[in-house]
């Protein structure tokens, strides 16, 4: 029995190769499926089935390219309905893959056809669980991604969620492995750990979700706190239940080297600037009214969240590094790219501009000088744990809905916790015609060494 967990840090997602006398299974595949084919080829195995614990909604999965390009059967739990073939698997049905099986347990909460896939060795003993987004390291699913006006409400799934745990997974024995499909990082679920495997028994004793208490305190737990999801989750929702365009086709499309002529054109036509490069080069010289968002942070999820899912992009990138921005805009269903600026920023002809980025110490001075509004764009947790006295809050995924609150004239300064989320912010103020910004380098992790007043326990 081999078993690997395919960690992607930037999107805290995991898939799993699973493999058993030269037969395979993948369990919730990223949509770039090539790894998977040539791990199985590599190992001299035959990949036979897919299986997804659900349709997610923060990544577009590979399940169908994967499962046209190997003849691999797709298994979805109960209740799943597609726009191609699956096999809709019954609760406790077993799928043998060489020696070994997989048992589908139904866990309705997160989705109604969210399922796991419970792992039993070849002597049958019971060796791990994989989880999808019902359970977490540290967390359980969200439950109002699924929510259908009229029919079910976040409460109604938080309530299914309830049972499934309680009659499914936690009587499961305690050395039982958890494999979940996220870790930190991700928006399915509120404070997920960035452990990325556990046991039963650990999360018996250390999940606030699987501690003993009513239905009704538990639908309150996991709904309090609970952050509007980013509008791309719907979308990927929609392409992982409906189909979509191979990547294949989408790379063939998308890795197209435009002139700096050609690139002014399609932004004179509409076309959406992303800036793919680090913050703080950003900040030198960009194109006038680029938004960055770094390769070098979780970049896929804040596109969805801050670049609305219909628009057509250009993009400028690190020579070398054009391919990989287009994966990883693909991976979250951002398949409209009209090209990229052949050779960089230093073949654009075009209007630019920078951003004024200053080092924590000179922030400090601008703080205690109380010459800049302070706008802090963490999370609420964050903010609720220790923020600058007198700062604003608004946290970077409203940005592009509350701009309107902000000053244009006034000078601001922006902080995060360690400048990526800021220079989004900054970068996408300063396209809405904010002119006087300043980037505050390193964030709070920076600012709260030194001398400046900080708020602990309460919102700003």
Known sequence: MFIEQIYTKCLAEAAYYIESNGEVAIIDPLREVEPYIKMANERGAKIKYVFETHFHADFVSGHIDLAKQTGATIVFGPNAEAGYDIYNGADGEVFNIGDISLTLLHTPGHTMESSCYLLKDSEGNQHGVFTGDTLFVGDVGRPDLAVKSGEMTQDDLAGFMYDSLRNKLMKLPDHVIVYPAHGA??????NLSSETTSTIGEQKATNYALQPMSKEDFIQEVTDGLLAPPNYFFKDVMMNK?????????????????????????????AFILDTRKPEDFAVKHVKSAVNIGLNGQYAPWVGA???????????ADLG??????????????????????????????????????????????????SNLILDVRNPGEVELAHVYGSQHIRLQEIPSRFSELDKDAPIAIYCAGGYRSMIAASFLQKEGFLNITNIQGGFGKLKHFDIQIVEGQSC
Do not use: M
């Open 306 to 316: 801050i670049i609305p899912t219909d628009a057509k992009i250009v993009l400028v």
């Open 321 to 370: 590094k054009e391919k990989e921005a287009i994966i990883r805009l693909a991976r979250v269903g951002y398949d409209y790219v009209a090209g990229f600026l052949d050779g960089g920023i230093n073949a654009w002809e075009g209007e630019e501009t920078t951003i004024h980025d200053v080092s924590a110490e000179e922030g400090v001075e601008l703080i205690n000088n109380q």
């Open 185 to 190: 990082g991700s928006s399915c679920g509120k």
């Open 242 to 270: 409906n189909g979509y365009e191979s990547i294949d086709v989408v790379l063939e499309t998308n890795h197209k080297a435009l002139s700096a002529q050609e690139f002014k054109k399609e932004i004179d036509a509409g």
